[in-house]
């Protein structure tokens, strides 16, 4: 997905925007407009298998604990520069404004 539409026009708050991501769905704000950035929630897994971790040390941590790991839920955010950002964090401006909106 290279372009989002923004409906500009929601104006929810930081919670308003994580209650959404919680249920699947990509968020924005509306200072961030034009950059086609978004941020959704990976869902993390209970007891996700050692072959399934792409980094050699969560692999080996998962290889040791029985062969599996838990992942806890996190937030992944698409970059300006059309990146995928694994482990975002809002910063406190965007914990603090109003203009978030559901892409999808």
């Known amino acids: ?3 989002v539409a923004l409906n500009i ?3 929810l708050s930081f919670s308003q ?3 959404a991501m919680k249920a699947g769905k990509m968020v924005a704000r509306k200072g961030w407009d ?14 996700l298998e050692a072959e399934k971790f792409w980094n050699e040390h969560t ?3 998962a290889e040791g604990n029985g062969g599996k790991a838990e992942v806890l839920p996190y937030i992944i955010m698409k970059t ?3 990146k995928i950002l694994m482990g975002w ?3 406190q401006t965007d914990l603090l ?3 978030w909106n559901i892409l999808s």
Do not use: I, T
């Open 17 to 19: 925007a994580l209650e």
């Open 89 to 91: 964090l809002a910063s």
């Open 34 to 47: 034009g950059k086609n950035m978004w941020v959704c929630m990976g869902a993390g897994h209970p007891a």
């Open 1 to 3: 997905m290279d372009a």
């Open 97 to 99: 404004c109003s203009d």
């Open 9 to 11: 026009d929601q104006n």
């Open 59 to 61: 692999r080996k941590f």
């Open 80 to 82: 300006a520069d059309n």
